[in-house]
């Protein structure tokens, strides 16, 4: 028989079904017991009257604990006076398929005075807690949409090794693995094959899967690995081909969002999915710190103003509301010394790329890329890599066309979304310097 969701249950009214499902609580009064059960999708009452003709059941129910698992059969009954869907299911058969022990380390239903910690150590009963399991599925469904969006505009999703033979390939430090008799490491992101692909005629790419970072970071938005949303298209004229995609991309992924969810998400995070308008505000880097001092009075050294500091970086998310009445704000003209090798500079060696600020903190890195091969291969040697990304110069010996991408982490786009404190907790499992299980 197939399985039987919650959320279908309706469909079964005064007929005999069979349903695996969770038990959430019991009632075991003098004359009748009440358990309610619980999957993914919703929660349903099983009533069991207790007399001779179900002393067998009535046993069983005695034996059941919370969180045990149950197969089921029975009639679903129309119960109008039942609050959890005015419907019952009266059983014929209940087996215990997983008897759950009483004692837990806590209650996952009243999480406040349990050290976060903790809830990481035992996620698998963190993750039973309603709120929390609602934040993939909100993470899922954004995912979905930002992908849909890329579908609809002929892009090709690709899947890229993990595993590289080089350890450079940003400014940030990667992990290293054995691999039979020599050294491999994790990559930090796909983007020398994201551009591989563009060199192999794809055109329009992108990929959702793990990198790592082998930075000592302990921030709230910082992980060592973590989930990449990464697209890379051809034939740009500009870097604002660029910008103008990920905006688009975000208003749509959003708006289908606050569409499907929006009622829930108010519900159970008191958070409303704010919808941006487009076109997306942008500012350079320099009048950034000239608005934050005359505003915020905020001020750095020259030395600093090459980014943005992590204050700055904060104060944008009033600044964008402020000036714009927007929640995201570009920012361009980085000095291109501290960005990667393989971002465009114009005649002038500026930076053809950006940053996107959403709510005070940055969620993407962007670029229009270098695709002439002498200016890649002269940038390369500047950094001291032109021997360790050889395999990689080689993609643009034989034709690219212009190109740019961008990379958004999952995690903190959700950790924003939800109002969430700590990228701990929208990670289905965290990594960072002190935590590698469960």
């Not at 179900?54 to 919370?66: A, F, G, M, Q, R």
């Not at 380390?105 to 996620?123: E, I, Q």
């Not at 599925?137 to 590289?164: A, C, G, M, W």
């Amino acid at each position: 028989m197939n399985k039987i969701m919650i959320k279908d249950l309706k469909k079964y009214y005064e007929k005999e079904i069979e349903m695996q499902a969770t038990v959430d609580n019991v009632r075991n009064l003098q004359w009748v017991q009440f358990v309610i059960l619980k999957d993914s999708t919703g929660k349903v009452q099983m009533t069991v009257e207790k007399n001779d003709d179900n002393k067998e059941l009535n046993s069983i129910v005695d034996k059941i604990t919370l969180d045990s698992t149950v197969k089921i059969k029975g009639i679903l009954k129309e119960a109008p006076k039942v609050k959890m869907g005015g419907m019952e299911i009266i059983p014929n058969s209940i087996e215990i398929t997983s008897l759950s022990e009483e004692e837990k380390p806590f209650n996952y239903n009243d999480l406040d005075n349990v050290k976060l910690d903790t809830r990481l150590d035992y996620r698998f009963l963190d993750l039973r807690n309603e709120r929390n399991r609602m934040i993939f599925k909100v993470q899922s469904t954004l995912n979905k949409y930002l992908r849909e969006y890329l579908y609809n505009n002929d892009f090709t999703e690709i899947h890229t090794p993990k595993l590289i033979g080089t350890a450079s390939e940003s400014g940030s430090e990667v992990f290293e693995v054995k691999y039979f008799d020599r050294s491999a490491y994790l990559a930090q992101s796909p983007q020398f094959y994201k551009q591989m692909a563009i060199s192999s005629g794809f055109d329009r790419v992108f990929e959702v899967a793990p990198c790592f970072r082998a930075e000592n970071s302990n921030t709230s938005k910082h992980a060592t690995e973590f989930t990449s949303f990464d697209v890379e298209f051809a034939y740009i004229d500009s870097y604002q081909d660029v910008m103008d995609l990920e905006a688009e991309m975000i208003v749509y992924a959003f708006s289908k969002l606050k569409e499907e969810m929006g009622d829930e998400i108010k519900r159970i995070f008191d958070v409303d999915i704010v919808v941006p308008t487009l076109p997306f505000p942008c500012m350079t880097l320099s009048d950034i710190y000239k608005e934050l001092e005359e505003r915020y009075n905020y001020k750095v050294t020259e030395e600093e103003k090459v980014d943005l500091t992590t204050e700055a970086e904060r104060l944008c998310k009033n600044l964008a509301k402020d000036k714009f009445n927007h929640e995201f704000i570009f920012v361009v003209d980085f000095p291109a010394e501290k960005r990667a090798f393989y971002h465009m500079r114009d005649e002038n060696g500026k930076l053809q790329g950006y940053d996107l600020i959403w709510n005070g903190i940055e969620i993407t890195t962007g670029a229009e890329r270098e695709h002439r091969y002498e200016e890649i291969v002269k940038n390369a040697k500047e950094k001291g890599l032109d021997k360790d990304v050889k395999f990689y110069l080689e993609f643009f010996k034989y034709g690219c066309p212009p190109h740019g991408g961008f990379a958004i982490g999952l995690d903190r786009l959700t950790m924003l979304m939800l109002n969430i404190p700590t990228i701990k907790e929208s990670m289905f499992l965290f990594r960072g310097p002190n935590r590698l299980n469960p």
